[in-house]
């Protein structure tokens, strides 16, 4: 399976970004996907996962009410809605499919390009 991420960009403190990560290859639909970031000098981190039929998320509680998960599973695609967005959610963000059941990176692949959110103050 072969992963784009796409949607990132600047916006002020407060504001929303809908990132996208089109799959390509794989059975999608039996996939547990899962969003990460990666800030400068920092290691890469879990930011949000849902289950193949969509019915069950996670989150970090760095981003539990502000962010959500979903996907369309017809169009082999994973979404993050980001609301309220902070200076600390900058970063670059990634998908992948989860490999292994555990929340670190990993267990998590393969991974396509990330995405780039900078949020300004």
């Known amino acids: 399976v072969q992963l784009q991420a796409f949607g990132g960009g600047l916006v002020q403190a407060g504001g929303s970004l809908r990132l996208s990560c089109a799959a390509s290859g794989g059975t999608f639909r039996t996939y547990v996907m899962g969003w990460f970031r990666q800030a400068p000098g920092k290691e890469r981190e879990f930011v949000a996962a849902i289950s193949g039929s969509g019915g069950t998320t996670y989150y970090a509680g760095s981003v539990k009410g502000r962010f959500t998960i979903s996907r369309d599973n017809a169009k082999n695609t994973v979404y993050l809605q980001m609301n309220s967005l902070k200076p600390e959610d900058t970063a670059v963000y990634f998908c992948?499919?989860?490999?292994?059941?555990?929340?670190?990176?990993?267990?998590?692949?393969?991974w396509g390009q990330g995405t780039q959110v900078t949020v300004s103050s």
């Open positions: 992948a499919v989860q490999r292994r059941s555990s929340w670190r990176p990993t267990d998590f692949g393969p």
